[in-house]
Each structure stands twice: as C-alpha cells, then as structure tokens.
C-alpha cells in the first residue's frame, strides 16, 4: 500500500450476529473520521453471508480499513489495517515499548524515502497522511509549496500504539511461541517500525474462528495500528526477507481455505464508486450484481523469477496499453507492455516517468516538483473522457475525473504519480474501484470486469472455477516486458516469466537479493516497508 494519504481515513468493525451451517449474517459498526484519532461510529449494515463465503465492508474515505478481531482464549479484541498489498497478521503487545507518532504534529508535508533499488539521486516524495490538500499553504496558479514540520517521532505512553487494542500474551492458554522462528522486524517509510515475535493462536472475526493462525505480536513499535496481510504467501516476511528463516505458512487466505470455511484461497473486491461510503470483500464467493459483462480471467505473472522465486509473491499482471479518450478522440498513452500490480491498499496509481509524462502533458498539465505531481485543468462532474486500460486483450474504462482532485478553488492536481526507480505500474484504487476484481490465490489468477455500482447482491460461493469467468483473449500471452529504460514493462531488477527461459533455483538464490525484493514489492502499500529484517 501507497503511503499517500491526503484524505480522512475509514475504519470498520465487525461481528457475527448469527450463524447456521448454510449462511451466517454479519454487522459492521462503521467507524469514520477526519484522521485516525477522529474516529467514530456511524450507521450499520447489515449483509447476509453464504455458506464457504465471508464478507468483510470497506469504507471508502481512502486512507485505510481497520477491522476489529478477537485473539486468544482471553478474546483480546485488537484493531487491524486490512492490506491485500502485504501477507501477514502482526498486532500489539499489551507491554510493548511504544514510540508513538505525536498526533499534534503535522503531517502534510513531503517526506523523502529510498526503496532499496533506486539511485540516491531520484527520491520517491511521499505525502504523508495530509487530512486535505486545501491545507496546502502558499499555493499560487504557477508552483505549490508545502510547509509544514518534519512528521516528529516522540517516545509516549503505550496508549498511542494500543489504542486499537492490544494482546496480552500470558493470559491465553491456547498461545503458542513459536521459539524457532526468527524475530519479526519491519521498517515502515513514514519513520515507523515494528519489533516482535511469531506465534499461533485462535483469531476470531466475529463468530468465525480461525484456529491456529500464525502471526507476529510486536514488543517494540512506533506504530498505532497492527496490520492484517491477505497478499500471497511468498510475500510473507519469513519467506522474502533477509532474515525471516526462508518458510511459508498459512496466512488468513490458506487458513480459511484449509480449515473448509472457504472452497479456495480466493477474494473479490469491490471499491464502490468515488463518494460512496461503502464496499466489500468477498472471501471464497463472487457478487455477480457488482459487475457489468462477463469476469475477464488474466494470469498473475511471476516476475522475480530470476530471484529464484517458482511462483508469483505479489499480485501483478500484463497491461497492453493505456489511451486516453473523449467523445471525439483517442490519445495514445501507451502502446508497449507493461507490469502492473494491483494494490487496492493503496489511494493513488503510480506510473514510471515516461509513462507518467505521456500523460501528464496530453492533459496539458505542469509537473510540480514540490508536490510530487502535475498540476492540470480541473473538470467537471458530467465530463465524459476517460481512461481506457488494456488487459491482455479487455479493457476497464476509468473516468478521467477519479484521476483528478482539487487541492484549492480553482487548482487540481493528477492523482497518477511517479512510480521513482522501477518501470512497472501500480494500479490503485482511483483506477481499481472502476472494475470488479477477483484474487485467485490459489491458481494465480485474476478475473477482471468493468464495476457496476448498486446496491443489489448476487452472490454465489466459489468451489472450483469462477462463475461467469472466461480466459481474456490475451491469457496466454505472459511473456514480460524486459525493457528497463521506461519505454515499458519491467524494471530490470524483474526477471523474465517462467516461459522465457530465464531461471535460478531458490536453493542457490541469495538472500540478500530476495530481501531488497521483497523491499520493493512491499514497499507500494499504505504503509510502504522500505526493509524487512
């Protein structure tokens, strides 16, 4: 996930209120807010769920979806972040050392970070949970200049990093220490960290249980918030990284699956539209109602195959090309292949220079170097252009305005950035929540179709195949793009796919190298790891 966070951030909550064996229903208390020390409830709704399938509501007010799950035979209930961008549960520690972001200072600046693999000179800028751009001072019709202080990190009570809860370890029977696993360690871009420790317990999402999950509990954090990691198992910290003891285990996905609350490590996804307060994740069904025409199946390739990786560890696919398009005409945006990854954690889209300058300039827009984006022409609600996208062969319309937002009166700017040191694409949800997506973890596969906003629901539980899927015409084409000097496809860190001939063994591979990997992977969410020990 992105760590560009300019808007209020959304929350939920959730609990089980009944249950049988065909279906179960669930209630969400949303929890909305101004930033995530503004938190509060709102209304409730209400979903039925079916048989093999679970249900989880986002809220869409574009920061992040926190989801409130009991642990232990204590039941310590605990808020998490839901991050399909990343692959692992970690949560508070009740006696951890807590160096808390100080919730007086302020965080509408740009913050300098460097991903492993980028050269000293081109910094990836992020703006760092900006409540609104309107905050924005000395904002003038030729430059925008950001002020404000450093985002300070301050020693404080444990309060600031428990306040979603936390887990008392001693006071749960059903707790096992993992005493063979290799301490946890992340390293977050926005100055944050988390330090711990692996274990096994029961995890309960109301009334749904998962036995034995594993996860971290952190006893050192500057964080505020744990996170929940639904991405694939090869992205899981004890696998990528350097020193994570180079093992998979099962992840919230796998563990629903293999426990037979679900038929397949799968989840669809629907974002809603742009000022809709609601969406959904579907676990192990589909929602035929939230989709126009028929599910577009592509594969999810693997492109660290060089790094001696067998299968994919993020969700990434091939894009054909990008236009631009009116009423009237068509502009050309991309026409080369493409790597894009799919990361509904994170707010905004990010595109490699000559990409990003393809489209920054055929909208006439002027890159602002001190915001990290083009400055371009406001438009209104009803305007028709849009962006059309390419997916081996089917494309996703996505209306030019969710691309575009208002920093002042009469100024706008591309919510499209640049993707700084790497040639891939990442698409996020102002580009995703115009299509339905369904995450195939298990056969590695995505089915894609063009979003349908309504309240009506037609869902059906998945035990094999997709229903209403068919292969993209382009489904077999994926080999990788292997230019790496922006004209398309993959940073030349990426190897090329399974079918290109290209291959180490991950017995040889070294580790060093799979740890910058998984750096940069990682490293596009909402919380944006820069290193993984």
């Known amino acids: 996930m992105k760590a560009h966070n300019l808007l209020g951030p959304l929350a939920f909550s959730m609990f089980v209120i009944g249950e049988s064996q065909d279906t179960f229903r669930i209630n969400f208390k949303v929890l909305t807010g101004n930033d995530r020390s503004d938190l509060s409830f709102s209304d409730r709704t209400t979903y039925i769920m079916k048989r093999d399938s679970s249900e989880m509501e986002l809220q869409n007010r574009q920061t992040f979806y ?16 839901v991050d399909t961008g990343s692959s692992d549960l970690w949560i508070m520690s009740h006696d951890l050392n807590c160096e808390s972001t100080s919730s007086s200072s302020k965080r509408d600046i740009l913050v300098d970070s460097k991903l492993p693999n980028e050269g000293d000179s081109d910094r990836k800028k992020i703006i760092s949970e900006n409540n609104d751009l309107e905050h924005l001072e000395h904002i003038s019709e030729s430059s925008v200049k950001i002020e404000g202080n450093v985002r300070q990190i301050l020693k404080s009570s444990n309060d600031n990093c428990t306040r979603y809860g936390s887990f008392r370890v001693s006071n749960s029977n059903s707790f096992n220490r993992n005493e063979s696993a290799n301490p946890f360690s992340i390293n977050y871009a926005d100055g ?134 009116d009423s009237n005409t068509e502009i050309q945006i991309a026409s080369n292949d493409y790597t894009a990854v799919l990361d509904t954690g994170s ?26 984006a083009y400055i371009v022409d406001c438009i209104d609600d009803d305007d028709d252009s849009y962006v059309a996208i390419d997916f081996s062969g089917f494309k996703i319309n996505v209306p030019l305005r969710s691309l575009i937002q208002r920093y002042s009166y009469n100024q706008c700017f591309l919510s499209v950035l640049q993707q ?68 398309g496809g993959s940073d030349s860190t990426f190897g090329d796919d399974s079918n290109s001939g290209g291959r180490s063994s991950s017995a040889s591979m070294n580790k060093v190298s799979k740890a910058k990997l998984y750096s940069l992977f990682i490293g596009l969410g909402l919380l944006v790891p820069l290193s993984v020990y």
């Open 420 to 487: 700084s040191g790497s040639d891939y694409i990442l698409f996020g949800d102002n580009v995703l929540r115009s299509a339905y997506l369904v995450y195939d973890l298990d056969d590695f596969e995505i089915s894609i179709a063009q979003a349908r906003y309504t309240t009506e629901e037609d869902i059906s539980v998945i035990s094999s195949s997709v229903p209403n899927a068919i292969q993209a015409p382009g489904y077999s084409s994926t080999s990788l793009p292997s230019s790496a000097d922006g004209s």
């Open 192 to 325: 944050t960290h988390a330090r711990g420790f692996w274990g096994t317990d029961d995890v309960s999402f109301g009334n749904v249980t998962v036995r034995g999950l594993s996860f971290a509990v952190s006893n050192d954090t500057s964080s505020d918030i744990g996170v929940l990691g639904i991405g694939l198992s090869g992205l899981e910290t004890t696998y990528s990284s350097q020193y994570g003891g180079n093992y998979q285990y099962e992840n919230l996905p796998l563990k629903l699956k293999n426990q037979g609350t679900i038929n397949k490590a799968l989840y669809s996804v629907y974002l809603g539209e742009e000022d809709s307060r609601t969406g959904t994740i579907l676990f192990g069904a589909v929602d035929s109602a939230k989709y126009s025409g028929d599910l577009q199946t592509v594969k999810i390739v693997n492109s660290a195959i060089n790094y001696g990786y067998s299968e994919p560890i993020r969700i990434e696919v091939i894009v054909n090309g990008i236009t631009l398009n």
């Open 66 to 81: 926190l989801a409130n799950i009991k642990i232990g035979s204590n039941e310590d209930e605990v808020g998490v972040l």
């Open 347 to 372: 707010t905004y889209s990010y595109f490699p220079r000559s990409l990003l300058t393809s489209l920054g300039e055929s909208l006439n827009g002027q890159f602002s170097s001190s915001l990290g």
